[in-house]
């Protein structure tokens, strides 16, 4: 595997970092996991949009404009003659001292890893995720935005802990006021009545970049009505359906939450139907970058 670090690639096994990196040292940086689907870059344009905003957002200056991390990004994955991709992003404060001051590190480091994709199973969209609720509460806007994708990603990985620990597969975080927010590593949906439910990105949440294809699929290929909408746990009891988005997951029904079966226990016919939508929508050229042809930036 090559792995492109500021400016060149490296073999796996010389893809390092420095221990005085406050990406390492602070959780200081931002980063981007994108998915290339057959030789497609899957909405790359809004995932270096988003990793450019959480950059500024943490006042960081990526070294380089975003049509170059474009091509490196597409570079990355043709150099490791990938059609199918996990691709990570990361840009990190860079290398300084002990300090907190980020005045300290001269130039951000830049990392872009194209691996192989692990897939879920079949299995999984077949029979959906069994969720709970966490208690711990998503870190808050005034906090740290959860729409800045920062390394900090502790509150999440133990609240994912907490799911595996009681036999879940994810766990849904509550934001200070109670109200659902997002799971771990994905966003959440309920459907009522024909009407599907997300939570609005002032809740406290991570915009996703599947969330919003899902939005778009649901309204245009399913003609659905979508309503941003703060809701709490006991809506999600009523729900005829509930799923997951995001950029491992894709979109993936909800058959359990907190000890209830939802709905009748299995994935839902809507769900099933936007999860056919978003794999027909992934093949489409409008659904990302092509890897092997020239490229406009
Ligand atoms: N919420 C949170 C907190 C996330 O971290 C999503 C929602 C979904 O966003 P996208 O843009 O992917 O639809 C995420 C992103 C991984 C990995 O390695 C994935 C995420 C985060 C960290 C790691 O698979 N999900």
């Known amino acids: 595997m090559k792995?492109?670090?500021?400016g060149r690639f490296?073999?796996?096994?010389?893809?390092?970092v420095s221990v005085f990196d406050h990406g390492l040292l602070y959780g200081d940086g931002v980063f981007e996991g994108i998915r290339a689907y057959n030789g497609r870059v899957f909405?790359?344009?809004e995932h270096v949009d988003r990793l450019y905003?959480?950059?500024k957002c943490v006042l960081m200056d990526i070294p380089m404009p975003p049509a170059e991390l474009t091509r490196v990004i597409l570079e990355a994955v043709r150099a490791n003659e990938l059609r199918d991709s996990y691709i990570r992003v990361v840009v990190t404060r860079g290398t300084g001292d002990l300090g907190l001051d980020m005045r300290k590190c001269k130039v951000p480091t830049v990392i872009v890893i194209a691996d192989k994709i692990k897939l879920y199973s079949d299995e999984v969209y077949k029979r959906g995720l069994r969720v709970m609720v966490s208690h711990l509460r998503r870190i808050s806007p005034d906090t740290l935005s959860p729409s800045i994708k920062s390394l900090n990603y502790l509150n999440n990985i133990l609240a994912r802990a907490e799911a595996s620990r009681s036999d879940c597969d994810e766990a849904i975080l509550l934001n200070r006021e109670g109200y659902v927010a997002e799971c771990s590593g994905d966003n959440i949906f309920f459907i009522r009545n024909r009407k599907v439910h997300t939570p609005p990105v002032h809740v406290g949440i991570l915009e996703g970049v599947t969330r919003n294809v899902a939005i778009k699929l649901a309204k245009e290929k399913l003609g659905l009505e979508v309503h941003e909408t703060v809701f709490t746990v006991p809506e999600l009891y009523r729900a005829d359906e509930i799923f997951v988005t995001g950029t491992g997951a894709e979109i993936i029904g909800v058959v359990y939450l907190n000890g209830r079966v939802v709905a009748d226990g299995k994935p839902g016919p809507l769900t099933t139907e936007l999860i056919r939508a978003f794999r027909e929508y992934t093949k489409s050229p409008e659904s990302g970058a092509a890897v092997y042809e020239p490229v406009k930036v």
Do not use: G, N
């Open 3 to 6: 792995i492109w670090i500021d």
């Open 10 to 16: 490296y073999d796996k096994d010389d893809a390092k």
């Open 43 to 45: 909405q790359l344009k």
């Open 53 to 55: 905003h959480s950059a």
